[in-house]
C-alpha cells in the first residue's frame, strides 16, 4: 500500500527533457532497452511514501539500502549493498553499527551544484528520522516505532505538541551518526531481526538537500545510488529509466544460488557480469489483462508477470504452452511471498464498532468467511494461478506452515446460516435479506479496482453472500484512491495483495497489531490479547518459543476474524526471446539490475 502525492499535472518528467521521445529522435535510444508492462500504476518514487508494487520496483532500481538479499541464494540470505559489510550486533541485539562503504555516490542533479555527492552515513540516519517528521506522510512509521528506536519517538511527538518543524539535527541516544560512514542504532528491546529493516525499500538512501530542493514535487525527483535513475514519467502510464553515469562498479555475486535449475543456470550466466546490463528500461501501466496479454504476444513487451485469467492458457499443467515455446518464450515460475485478503474495518459501525469484539459482530464476520468460498476464487477468477490459504502468513516467511488447517479454512453455507441465525441477523421484512439484530437495513459494502478481474471477483462475492441472504454493495475506484480512503477508515471490507518484504511473518502478524492502525493495519483491530502476544514473539530468536507464540497469535486473528485469507499467488514472468534474466526473488524488488538483452538490430 502507498499513499500517493496529491498532483493534478497529468504529465511529470525527470531533467530537461519533459515529453517521451518522438519517433525522429528513436535513432538516439540505446539499443539495450528493457521493455516492461505492469497492471497498477505508480504513486510516485519517495521512499517513505509508496508501497504499491509498481513504485517499489522503480525505486528499487534508485534508491539503494545499506543490505540486501542475495538474488540467487535460496532460503533468503542478508548481503551488503552499500554497506561495507553486515551490521555488529550486540549480543542482546539491542545496538547495532552500520559501515557504508566509501566511494558510492549520487546520481547527478541540480540539487548538488555541480558537485559530485558521496553516500554517507548521516544521509541513513536522515532518512530514518524522515518517518518521524510530521511533516512527511508515510504509513510505514511503525516499522520503526515498533522496534522502540531510543529517542526518536519523543523528538516526534514534541514537534507534534509544539507544531514546529521536525528537529534533524537534534542528536538522540537511539540514532547517531559515529563518523562519515558508520552510524549506530540502539533500541530500547531486544530486536533479533533488526537487521532485515536496513533491506528495502524503506532504507533506501535520499539525499537531504534533493528532500529539501524539490518540497512538495519529490514523488517527482527521484535521486539515489542506484543502477539507473528517472529519465521520463507520464503518470499512470510510462515511466522510463536509464543507466546511472554515477554508478560505481558492481561485479555480480552470490553466496551461493539455490538448488533450483534456473538459479544454478543463472549463477553461471551472471559470473563475472556488472550492472545494469541495459541501457534503459520503458515501463508501460497497462491495467486490463486481455490488452497487456495481446500486446505481449505482439511483442510489443520483453518482460510480463502472466495475468491470472490467462494462467491456464500460458502454463497449461504448469508447463509452458507449445504456442509460446514456439516463438521461443521462456517462463519463470514460483509461489510468491504474498497473500491475497479481505480486510474488515473495525470501526465501521456494521461490520465492527464499539460492539466489534462481541459475539454479535465476531458471529457476521466468521459468517461472511464461511459463505466464502476460497477454492472457486482460484479455480474461477485466478485460473488455478494460486494456492487456497490457510492463516495470513505467507510461504517463504518465517512462520508459515503448510500443514497448518483452520476450521476457517473450509466454506460451509450451512454453518454461516446457522451463525447469523443464531445471532438475530434474520429476514424480518421478507425482502429477501437479512437484516441487523435491532431490525435496520444489513448491506455489505466492498471495494474493488476497476478491472475485469475484479468485476469478476465481485460477481463471485454477490453471489456467496446471496446464498447465506447477506447484501453486498460494490464500489469501485482506482488502487490509489482506495488506499487513501483505507487509511482514512473510510472503506467497509476492501481485498487485495500483501507482497512480502522479509523472510519473516512478523509483517503479517503486525497487520492486526493494535498501534498500527491506520498505518499497516487497515482493519484497525485491537485486541490487548493478541497485541501481547505479538509483542512477546518480536523480542524471541527464531525456534518453537517463538513459532508458538505466532500460531497462537494466528488463531486469535482466525477466531476475531478482522481479515479473511484468501489464496497465495503463483507469480509466472514470460519473456520474449533474447531475454536473459530477472530472476524473481521473494523480496528483492531490483529484478532488472542483473537483466540482460540481446542487441536489437541496427
Known amino acids: 500500500m502507498a499513499i500517493p502525492l496529491v498532483d493534478r499535472r497529468e504529465f511529470i518528467a525527470a531533467g530537461t527533457a519533459g515529453l517521451l521521445?518522438?519517433?525522429?529522435?528513436?535513432?538516439?535510444?540505446?539499443?539495450?532497452?528493457?521493455?516492461?508492462?505492469?497492471?497498477?500504476?505508480?504513486?510516485?518514487?519517495?521512499?517513505?511514501?509508496?508501497?504499491?508494487?509498481?513504485?517499489?520496483?522503480?525505486?528499487?532500481?534508485?534508491?539503494?539500502?545499506?543490505?540486501?538479499?542475495?538474488?540467487?541464494?535460496?532460503?533468503?540470505?542478508?548481503?551488503p549493498l552499500t554497506a561495507a559489510r553486515l551490521p555488529e550486533a550486540s549480543a542482546d541485539f539491542r545496538h547495532f553499527i552500520v559501515s557504508i562503504r566509501p566511494g558510492i555516490f549520487f546520481a547527478d542533479d541540480p540539487a548538488f551544484k555541480g558537485q559530485a555527492r558521496e553516500l554517507v552515513a548521516a544521509d541513513y540516519v536522515y532518512c530514518i528520522k524522515r518517518y518521524y517528521d510530521p511533516a512527511t506522510i508515510t504509513e510505514h512509521l511503525y516499522l520503526f516505532e515498533n522496534e522502540k528506536i531510543l529517542g526518536l519517538s519523543e523528538l516526534r511527538a514534541q514537534a507534534l505538541k509544539d507544531k514546529t518543524p521536525f528537529p534533524y539535527d537534534t542528536e538522540v541516544t537511539g540514532l547517531r551518526v559515529l563518523d562519515r560512514y558508520r552510524f549506530e542504532v540502539r533500541l530500547a528491546e531486544s530486536s533479533p531481526r533488526f537487521t532485515t529493516l536496513f533491506a528495502g525499500g524503506v532504507c533506501g538512501a535520499v539525499a537531504r538537500e534533493v528532500v529539501q530542493a524539490y518540497g512538495s514535487d519529490l514523488m517527482a525527483h527521484p535521486v539515489g545510488t542506484g543502477p539507473f535513475r528517472l529519465a521520463q514519467w507520464r503518470r499512470g502510464s510510462q515511466i522510463v529509466l536509464e543507466k546511472n553515469p554515477r554508478f560505481r562498479e558492481q561485479v555480480f555475486h552470490t553466496v551461493g544460488a539455490g538448488p533450483q535449475a534456473h538459479l544454478q543456470a543463472a549463477a553461471q550466466r551472471l559470473a563475472g557480469t556488472r550492472a545494469p546490463r541495459v541501457d534503459r528500461i520503458e515501463m508501460q501501466i497497462v491495467e486490463e489483462?486481455?490488452?497487456?496479454?495481446?500486446?505481449?504476444?505482439?511483442?510489443?513487451?520483453?518482460?510480463?508477470?502472466?495475468?491470472?485469467?490467462?494462467?491456464?492458457?500460458?502454463?497449461?499443467?504448469?508447463?509452458?504452452?507449445?504456442?509460446?515455446?514456439?516463438?521461443?518464450?521462456?517462463?519463470?515460475?514460483?509461489?510468491?511471498?504474498?497473500?491475497?485478503?479481505?480486510?474488515?474495518?473495525?470501526?465501521?459501525?456494521?461490520?465492527?464498532?464499539?460492539?466489534?469484539?462481541?459475539?454479535?459482530?465476531?458471529?457476521?464476520?466468521?459468517?461472511?468467511?464461511?459463505?466464502?468460498?476460497?477454492?472457486?476464487?482460484?479455480?474461477?477468477?485466478?485460473?488455478?494461478?494460486?494456492?487456497?490459504?490457510?492463516?495470513?502468513?505467507?510461504p517463504h516467511c518465517y512462520g508459515f506452515d503448510p500443514g497448518f488447517r483452520?476450521?476457517?479454512?473450509?466454506?460451509?453455507?450451512?454453518?454461516?446460516?446457522?451463525?447469523?441465525?443464531?445471532?438475530?441477523?434474520?429476514d424480518r421484512n421478507g425482502d429477501g435479506w437479512r437484516e441487523l439484530p435491532d431490525g435496520q437495513p444489513l448491506v455489505l459494502r466492498m471495494a474493488f479496482p476497476p478491472d475485469q478481474r475484479s468485476r469478476a471477483l465481485s460477481e463471485l462475492w454477490f453471489k456467496q453472500m446471496k446464498a447465506v441472504g447477506?447484501?453486498?454493495?460494490?464500489?469501485?475506484?482506482?488502487?490509489g484512491e482506495l488506499i487513501k480512503r483505507s487509511l482514512s477508515?473510510?472503506?467497509?471490507?476492501?481485498?487485495?495483495?500483501?507482497?512480502?518484504?522479509?523472510?519473516?511473518?512478523?509483517?503479517?502478524?503486525?497487520?492486526?497489531y493494535g498501534p498500527n492502525a491506520g498505518q499497516s493495519s487497515d482493519s484497525r483491530f485491537k485486541l490487548p490479547a493478541f497485541d501481547?502476544?505479538?509483542?512477546?514473539?518480536?523480542?524471541?530468536?527464531?525456534?518453537?518459543?517463538?513459532?508458538?507464540?505466532?500460531?497462537?497469535?494466528?488463531?486469535?486473528?482466525?477466531?476475531?476474524?478482522?481479515?479473511?485469507?484468501?489464496?497465495?499467488?503463483?507469480?509466472?514472468?514470460?519473456?520474449?526471446?533474447?531475454v536473459h534474466g530477472p530472476v524473481r526473488h521473494p523480496f528483492n524488488n531490483d529484478w532488472y539490475r542483473w537483466a540482460d538483452i540481446d542487441p536489437a538490430p541496427a
Do not use: C
Not at 491475497?340 to 465476531?362: I, M
Not at 507482497?499 to 519473516?504: E, R, T
Not at 508458538?548 to 478482522?562: V, W
Open 21 to 79: 521521445l518522438p519517433a525522429s529522435a528513436r535513432a538516439s535510444v540505446p539499443k539495450k532497452t528493457l521493455r516492461v508492462v505492469q497492471h497498477i500504476g505508480e504513486f510516485g518514487f519517495d521512499p517513505p511514501r509508496v508501497s504499491d508494487q509498481t513504485s517499489l520496483r522503480i525505486n528499487a532500481h534508485i534508491f539503494e539500502a545499506p543490505l540486501t538479499y542475495d538474488p540467487l541464494a535460496r532460503p533468503a540470505v542478508l548481503v
Open 289 to 394: 489483462s486481455q490488452p497487456r496479454w495481446l500486446a505481449f504476444l505482439r511483442g510489443e513487451f520483453d518482460v510480463m508477470t502472466v495475468p491470472p485469467d490467462f494462467g491456464q492458457l500460458a502454463m497449461p499443467g504448469g508447463e509452458l504452452a507449445p504456442f509460446l515455446q514456439r516463438d521461443r518464450v521462456h517462463a519463470e515460475r514460483g509461489l510468491a511471498a504474498a497473500i491475497s485478503h479481505s480486510f474488515f474495518n473495525f470501526d465501521d459501525p456494521l461490520v465492527g464498532g464499539p460492539n466489534a469484539y462481541g459475539p454479535e459482530k465476531v458471529a457476521l464476520r466468521r459468517a461472511i468467511a464461511l459463505a466464502n468460498d476460497n477454492q472457486a476464487i482460484v479455480r474461477g477468477v485466478i485460473r488455478d494461478q494460486g494456492l487456497q490459504a490457510q492463516s495470513i502468513i505467507p
Open 489 to 512: 477508515g473510510q472503506l467497509m471490507i476492501w481485498s487485495f495483495i500483501w507482497n512480502a518484504a522479509s523472510p519473516d511473518g512478523d509483517f503479517f502478524l503486525g497487520l492486526t
Open 532 to 578: 501481547r502476544l505479538y509483542e512477546r514473539q518480536r523480542l524471541l530468536p527464531d525456534g518453537p518459543e517463538r513459532l508458538a507464540l505466532m500460531r497462537q497469535a494466528q488463531r486469535l486473528q482466525l477466531a476475531y476474524m478482522p481479515l479473511i485469507p484468501h489464496y497465495h499467488p503463483i507469480d509466472t514472468e514470460l519473456l520474449q526471446p533474447g
Open 470 to 479: 447477506l447484501k453486498v454493495d460494490f464500489e469501485f475506484a482506482k488502487f
Open 406 to 426: 483452520s476450521e476457517m479454512g473450509t466454506p460451509s453455507v450451512a454453518r454461516a446460516r446457522a451463525l447469523l441465525d443464531l445471532h438475530g441477523y434474520t
